[in-house]
């Protein structure tokens, strides 16, 4: 089943479209998908689909389903996981939220680097237009050609060959998490996401 919502999403984003314009459709379509921070799910086709049936989705599930897409088209996808701190953003966090994301822990963003005419493009769609008023880094278009902005500020680039690959890095990465971590990102979550939906109101 989440196979086929993902199929049926890509012949409906690139049907009667060149290379190019499928995939500007492809991005600006899941860029437009509202972000929030959600649970993961194991399976990442599961969690891809889950993007279109719930309509919202975080980094990860929002950034597997363009991989498929653009796998589906034939360019070739690698996955980048940006680590990042929540509380050294450019982000207009109201006080509270700015409090609780300087004490989480390092997250680790992913995005998709696509190989497109001779060259690794970064294409990153995680944030959701109306998300720029509160200092969200959202790419407004994207020429389909050229670097994406990048959603966070980085602490550093893994790339990774193969979804996997990128699976097993992150899942190693947040089982060092400290209870205390967990809790407060818990907290962070949860505010985060209520805040979200005020912004798009």
Not at 169 to 181: A, G, I, N, T
């Amino acid at each position: 089943m989440s196979r086929e919502i993902i199929l049926d999403k890509f012949e409906e984003w690139s049907r009667a479209k060149g290379s190019k314009e499928a995939r500007m459709e492809i991005f600006q379509q899941i860029r437009d998908i509202p972000y929030y921070l959600v649970p993961q799910i194991d399976d990442p086709y599961d969690w891809a689909a889950s993007v279109l049936s719930n309509n919202r989705g975080s980094c990860s599930p929002k950034h597997y389903l363009l991989g498929l897409l653009f796998s589906r088209m034939g360019i070739a996808v690698k996955y980048v996981t940006y680590p990042f701190k929540w509380g050294a953003q450019p982000i207009k966090y109201p006080a509270d939220l700015k409090e609780l994301a300087s004490a989480s822990p390092i997250a680790y963003h992913v995005a998709c680097k696509a190989y497109i005419n001779d060259k690794w493009v970064l294409v990153d769609a995680t944030y959701d237009l109306p998300l720029r008023e509160a200092g969200f880094p959202v790419t407004s278009y994207w020429n389909g050609d050229n670097d994406t902005i990048c959603a966070v500020l980085p602490l550093d680039e893994i790339i990774h060959d193969t979804l996997e690959a990128r699976l097993d890095f992150v899942k190693s990465k947040k089982s060092l998490y400290s209870e205390q971590d967990k809790a407060v990102y818990a907290q962070f979550i949860e505010k985060f996401n209520v805040w979200l939906s005020s912004l798009r109101r």
